[in-house]
């Protein structure tokens, strides 16, 4: 396991490697056309993907892996039937060198499908999940309600909690669970007051 951690752990700094290769060379690039690569400029800003996604679309998808481990499911002593038996080759445990600006070859391609499957799977059962439990939750607590005096009572006027959610504060008007941020306001009122002062001395 200890051997496996550390293949997966040499296979993602090549993939990183490659990824910021490919980034220098973008940047690069953009200084002597004078052009900006917009899909750089989303990545670095954090507006939409990251720079792992623009690594994969220029330089290296890398290692797939089902459930956190390299892929070695499949036939006797070998994942797919196009590798020799006992081929310990990081191409034949998954790992895809291409980048989807290149495009992946047959091979890469199933492994990198089998990788989204699961993702696929993932993404359905934590859904079916967090929406039972949304459900069990809203049957739950649908007779309880805040009465003016801040206490949680039920339909029968049975009190659950003395002040609700314990401290009596009101979610959408707290800072991170704070009931008042004052830093936070004494920052605005004085950037107000300097954006007001800025504006005046403009306009005279």
């Known amino acids: ?31 002597m056309r004078g052009k900006v690569n917009s899909a750089r400029i989303m990545a670095t800003t954090g507006a939409r993907g990251s720079l792992l996604n623009l690594t994969q679309m220029a330089a290296c998808v890398g290692q797939q892996a089902v459930r956190g481990e390299r892929i070695k499911r499949g036939y006797i002593g070998r994942t797919l039937p196009h590798f020799k038996k006992g081929d310990i080759s990081a191409r034949a445990k998954g790992f895809v060198k291409s980048s989807y600006k290149k495009g992946l070859d047959p091979l890469e391609y199933f492994f990198h499908s089998m990788g989204g499957r699961e993702g696929l799977v993932d993404t359905a059962v934590r859904t079916s999940q967090s929406g039972y439990m949304q459900r069990r939750l809203i049957n739950a607590l649908q007779d309880l309600k805040v009465e003016y005096d801040n206490t949680v009572r039920d339909t029968r006027g049975v009190i659950v909690e003395f002040k609700h959610g314990e401290d009596g504060a009101d979610p959408s008007k707290t800072d991170w669970g704070k009931t008042v941020n004052v830093r936070k306001i004494i920052d605005k009122v004085i950037s107000r007051r300097e954006a007001k002062a800025v504006a005046k001395e403009r306009g005279g």
Request: net charge negative; glycine share 4%; charged share 40%.
């Open 1 to 31: 396991e200890t051997l496996e951690m550390r293949i997966m752990q040499v296979l993602s700094e090549a993939r990183d490697k490659a990824g910021s290769i490919a980034n220098e060379y973008l940047e690069e690039e953009s200084e």
